[in-house]
């Protein structure tokens, strides 16, 4: 496995990501395929501007999923943001937890980054677990807003700076 920068190439991934509702379930269902080649363009522009870290996890050759690290305002505070999305053909292969603990090691070598929020839904095991098994703090449940729609997560932090 192997991480690399999102490419205007990966519209296709983003679809089958973004826009199926199994994959969509837990975070309040599919978005519309429209947009999505603008989003893989702001994405490919925010990572060129090393504002965003936008990997997608690779397996064979295959793009098997994605992982994340951005930062924005949340509560009027910056903060720093971890997600990923892998998948269902790849799933319980341990990917996307080995791509967070990647992107986690590369955000404590560069320590711009700080601490790091992530917030799986409250019925995410699989990604609850991921929190748990690299480190992360249970903060809080909360809800938030994703793409318009109101969901029920768990607030979990770490500081890469502290993890190994």
Request: aromatic share 8%; hydrophobic share 40%.
């Amino acid at each position: 496995m192997r991480l690399r920068d999102v490419e205007p190439g990966d519209v296709d991934a983003y679809v089958r990501m973004r826009c199926d509702p199994v994959m969509m379930a837990e975070l309040g269902g599919p978005l519309p395929r429209e947009g999505i080649e603008e989003k893989v363009r702001r994405d490919v522009r925010d990572v060129a501007a090393d504002t965003f870290w936008i990997k997608m996890i690779v397996v064979e050759e295959t793009v098997a999923g994605t992982v994340s690290l951005w930062s924005h305002d949340m509560d009027g505070d910056p903060h720093a943001e971890i997600g990923w999305m892998v998948l269902p053909e790849w799933q319980g292969h341990g990917l996307a937890k080995r791509a967070a603990r990647m992107l986690l090691d590369k955000a404590r070598d560069d320590g711009r980054w700080g601490p790091v929020h992530a917030f799986p839904a409250r019925t995410n095991a699989p990604s609850n677990g991921i929190c748990r098994s690299l480190g992360f703090t249970f903060v809080e449940e909360k809800e938030i807003v994703f793409a318009g729609k109101p969901l029920w997560v768990n607030h979990w932090v770490i500081d890469p700076s502290a993890s190994s």
